[in-house]
């Protein structure tokens, strides 16, 4: 919010529609409006983010909060639709509301361009468009732990340390292990409540009773074993945020419990009678398509309309190859602690062939074995192959006319390598998504635990450490 004035002898209050891409420029829509003399600045999501609707009204608890006695609690939304912006009345609300001279009747939404005024109650608003330049891919950056060099990653910092500055519940999107829990913590730092609390829970690895305890707390006798009161996550956070990961993940049961927290601002710890108030900022992070599960009713869309506000998409590894080679050193350098690692061309050719299905994490992970193989600071294409019976993971590809005369064919992987490959590659990921829980990956690959387990030995995964934040 700032206090500039604004009016009808503002060239910007009937400015154009749209300002033309000079020089890598692009639009920034902002909603300006006007309450008690003073003109509140509202910044509207990006024009290529996914369908958003904005709650306008007196309460706080709105996404655009007009602190004025005629605009009711919950005046009207306004849902941003790519480029286009439509005006409604929220659900039963009678509330007066105006466009240009026209008064809008019914529940219809209405087309709101920019330069074109609207009212509600005594407040007059207008989307105003700025210019602002496009990112640029740069050198090598670290921010918040995020290493990267390409555009596509400084669009991302950016727009996370956009959204972060407001108050909307921000959805992160992306594959597994492709950073989410990075960016979850660089909207946080870049927020009012970087000095406050941030509280961080994968709703994967617990079952819906046990996730329930943890974030809402319990009272000593609510259940067999409560011997003493416990306050849950919200509480802890407090005043900060909270990072729901994997939320995609959460029984529906649960899901109808936190969407009531989130919606009254308080809590009921298991076994108490008493509200507790809490202030808390949503982050959420999910692999899946929220939308599609909404449709499949596996999701409340109540629910997720409150925890999308504005939604940040990771990109694969696989989509921003640039940060390959910088990601390496880092994680080399890091485990090096002090000691200058550096990558063969070989080695390299091969980490940039590779697909990164397991994205970051994958590649950090075999950043370290390739290390231990190696026994010096130098990887090469050598040390990235297999070990331990697990199958290699990225081998350099080389041309024909490149083979050395006596070198033969290559070597073909055997069916049976390939196979143990597969479902080496599966457990994995199984466990990568249950946060380690055995007794759920199981459930998840239609095996028995025993089973599993068993698995595990005769595959050299047995004493798998946790999921590293942010990888």
């Given at each position: 919010m700032t206090g500039d004035h604004f009016g009808p002898e503002d060239p910007t209050w009937a400015g154009r529609t749209e300002l033309d891409p000079v020089d890598g420029a692009r639009c920034r829509r902002i909603l300006v409006a006007m309450v008690k003399g003073e003109a509140l600045r509202f910044e509207l999501p990006p024009t290529d983010t996914a369908p958003v609707l904005l709650t306008i009204g007196r309460s706080r608890s709105n996404a655009i909060a007009l602190p004025d006695p005629t605009v009711s609690r919950q005046h009207a939304a306004l849902e941003c639709r790519g480029a286009e912006l439509w005006l409604r009345r929220v659900a039963e609300s009678r509330a007066t509301i105006r466009v240009g001279d026209s008064k809008v009747d019914g529940d219809a939404p209405v087309r709101v361009s920019a330069g074109v005024s609207f009212a509600l109650g005594d407040v007059v608003l207008v989307v105003r468009e700025e210019r602002e330049p496009a990112p640029r891919s740069s050198g090598l950056r670290n921010e918040g732990g995020i290493v990267f060099r390409s555009a596509a990653m400084e669009s991302v910092v950016a727009l996370a340390r956009r959204v972060?500055?407001?108050?909307?519940?921000?959805?992160?999107?992306?594959?597994?292990?492709?950073?989410?829990?990075?960016?979850?913590?660089?909207?946080?730092?870049?927020?009012?409540?970087?000095?406050?609390?941030?509280?961080?829970?994968?709703?994967?690895?617990?079952?819906?009773?046990?996730?329930?305890?943890?974030?809402?707390?319990?009272?000593?006798?609510?259940?067999?074993?409560?011997?003493?009161?416990?306050?849950?996550?919200?509480?802890?956070?407090?005043?900060?945020?909270?990072?729901?990961?994997?939320?995609?993940?959460?029984?529906?049961?649960?899901?109808?419990?936190?969407?009531?927290?989130?919606?009254?601002?308080?809590?009921?710890?298991?076994?108490?009678?008493?509200?507790?108030?809490?202030?808390?900022?949503?982050?959420?992070?999910?692999?899946?398509?929220?939308?599609?599960?909404?449709?499949?009713?596996?999701?409340?869309?109540?629910?997720?309309?409150?925890?999308?506000?504005?939604?940040?998409?990771?990109?694969?590894?696989?989509?921003?190859?640039?940060?390959?080679?910088?990601?390496?050193?880092?994680?080399?350098?890091?485990?090096?602690?002090?000691?200058?690692?550096?990558?063969?061309?070989?080695?390299?050719?091969?980490?940039?062939?590779?697909?990164?299905?397991?994205?970051?994490?994958?590649?950090?992970?075999?950043?370290?074995?390739a290390l231990v193989l190696s026994g010096t600071a130098v990887i090469d294409a050598e040390h990235l192959r297999a070990d331990g019976g697990a199958v290699a993971v990225v081998r350099p590809s080389v041309a024909p006319a490149q083979r050395a005369p006596d070198e033969g064919p290559p070597r073909e992987q055997s069916l049976r390598d390939e196979l143990r490959a597969l479902e080496r590659a599966r457990i994995v990921e199984a466990l990568e998504r249950c946060g380690n829980n055995q007794s759920r990956a199981a459930e998840m690959l239609g095996m028995p635990r025993r089973t599993l387990v068993a698995r595990l030995s005769e595959l050299g995964l047995t004493g798998r450490p946790r999921g590293r934040d942010g990888e």
């Open positions: 972060g500055a407001s108050s909307l519940s921000v959805l992160v999107t992306g594959e597994t292990g492709s950073g989410k829990e990075l960016v979850a913590r660089l909207v946080h730092d870049s927020s009012a409540r970087a000095r406050m609390p941030y509280v961080a829970i994968n709703c994967a690895a617990l079952p819906a009773n046990l996730l329930e305890a943890e974030l809402f707390g319990y009272e000593r006798g609510a259940f067999s074993g409560a011997v003493a009161s416990k306050p849950g996550l919200f509480e802890a956070a407090n005043g900060g945020t909270l990072l729901l990961d994997e939320i995609g993940e959460l029984a529906l049961e649960v899901q109808a419990k936190l969407l009531r927290v989130i919606d009254r601002k308080e809590l009921m710890r298991l076994g108490s009678v008493k509200p507790r108030p809490v202030d808390v900022r949503i982050v959420s992070a999910t692999h899946r398509d929220l939308g599609a599960m909404v449709e499949a009713g596996a999701f409340r869309s109540d629910l997720f309309f409150r925890v999308h506000g504005m939604t940040v998409s990771v990109p694969p590894l696989r989509a921003r190859r640039e940060d390959i080679e910088p990601l390496a050193m880092h994680f080399a350098n890091a485990v090096l602690r002090g000691q200058r690692a550096s990558i063969t061309p070989h080695a390299l050719e091969a980490l940039l062939a590779h697909p990164w299905s397991g994205n970051v994490r994958e590649l950090r992970a075999t950043v370290e074995r």
